[in-house]
């Protein structure tokens, strides 16, 4: 039995390696491919037939002859099957059907109202990939469902542990998904999938260290150390969100008083737009949401920063000097070779991109920061569900775009 086991696992690992080889190299002949990898041609060849039975490789005309016949050529079909990828966040459910090179081809968001907590949001999470899959194509060819959420995810038994604002406790999300939809089905930490998709296919593919951090509706951040995800013993590790920044600071959802969370994201930011407008202080921002205080929004926030104003520049410094002092200690700690920043509050803000940069540097060990590269995220506008693709990408193929 052993053995049969073994061969199981060194054919399938062939396969890896010839389909991640058509995908680099292709189109390529089954010779070639033999030849840059040391495979026999006998097993090229089947597990190149295996490819095409599956879809996703393709025969595509023929090469140059090196003498005897011309060779056919074969290619990747990143289109030969799709995937589900789904990011819950606290104020939005985003579901997009994804080709294998993370392309998104239909992308849908279902909004989170207020109050859609605990198990009514678990509902709404399986009703929505439902509403999804009724328009989904020929689903045979679906790979399956890859799940990212905020808080602390065991990604291994697809459970979430902990989310405060989701008010979600040990919710068995993916054995939920699976039975409903009768899909194979995976789920990450939201942090830990896009520090995954920065590492296989956006700014972080040369750097086996390295530090992702998002900002926006809340702060997490995620660690690729020695080319894998940090997880931690109960795959909480990364809350950076709920590192203390001030100990006799305000008191935090989780518990602790003075997380940094409270200070840097966006519903600290809107409740300091607003007790700045009440105090009487010129700013901008109340013009530019057309007088409306429920309609201050980040990009509100963004426009009125574009136009220097100062109430939303002071912000901004605040904010740079707490997460400054949050990220020195995550360099001194883990010494990354790349800080990747990212997330709604990052998008198009080069001030606070190259505040929070300028004060690592001068904070942090000299020995860390040199060589230290900082990158805004390059994933665009798809990030969350390309880092549910990654997830899925990369436990199903073992390979990186
Ligand atoms: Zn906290």
Not at 255 to 274: F, K, Q, S
Not at 315 to 335: H, K, Q
Not at 363 to 392: C, H, N, Y
Request: proline fraction near 3%.
């Amino acid at each position: 039995m052993r053995r049969t086991g073994d061969l199981k696992l060194i054919q399938e690992l062939n396969r890896f390696i010839i389909l991640d080889t058509i995908r680099q190299h292709g189109p390529i002949s089954r010779s070639d491919i033999a030849k840059k990898q040391g495979i026999s041609p006998t097993t090229v060849t089947s597990a190149v037939n295996e490819l095409i039975r599956d879809g996703v490789v393709a025969e595509d005309g023929t090469g140059e002859s090196k003498g005897g016949r011309k060779p056919i050529m074969v290619r990747f079909c990143p289109d030969g099957k799709f995937l589900i990828g789904v990011s819950i966040t606290n104020t939005a459910i985003t579901i997009a059907e994804m080709n294998l090179e993370a392309a998104t081809k239909r992308k849908q968001v279902y909004p989170v109202g207020p109050g859609l907590v605990s198990d009514r949001m678990v509902q709404y999470v399986l009703d929505s990939i439902a509403d999804f899959l009724t328009q989904a194509a020929d689903t045979e060819r679906c790979l399956g469902i890859s799940i990212i959420a905020p808080g602390i995810v065991d990604a291994a038994s697809g459970v979430i542990r902990f989310n405060s604002k989701l008010r979600l406790t040990d919710v068995p999300l993916k054995e939920l998904a699976e039975q409903r939809f009768g899909m194979s089905t995976w789920l990450d930490n939201d942090a830990n999938a896009i520090a995954l998709a920065e590492k296989n296919f956006g700014v972080g593919i040369e750097a086996d260290n390295l530090l992702f951090v998002t900002v926006g509706e809340g702060v997490g951040s995620g660690l690729v150390v020695n080319g894998s995800i940090f997880r931690g013993s109960r795959g909480g590790a990364g809350e950076f969100g709920h590192t203390t920044v001030d100990r006799s600071g305000m008191r935090c959802d989780c518990g602790n008083v003075g997380c940094l969370e409270n200070y840097v994201a966006w519903p600290a930011i809107y409740t300091g737009l607003l007790s700045a407008i009440a105090r009487g202080k010129e700013t901008l921002v109340l013009e530019l949401a057309g007088g409306d205080m429920t309609q201050i929004t980040f990009e509100v926030f963004r426009r009125a920063l574009q136009q220097k104003d100062q109430v939303c520049e002071d912000i901004v410094e605040e904010i740079a000097a707490y997460l400054s002092i949050g990220i020195v200690n995550l360099v001194n700690l883990f010494n990354p070779s790349l800080i990747i920043l990212g997330g709604e509050m990052m998008r198009d803000n080069q001030v606070l991109f190259e505040r929070i940069e300028k004060q690592v540097r001068e904070q942090a060990m000299g020995i860390m920061v040199d060589g230290l590269e900082f990158r805004p995220t390059m994933l665009g506008a798809d990030f969350e569900v390309k880092a549910a693709a990654a997830v899925l990408l990369q436990d199903v193929f073992h390979f990186s775009l």
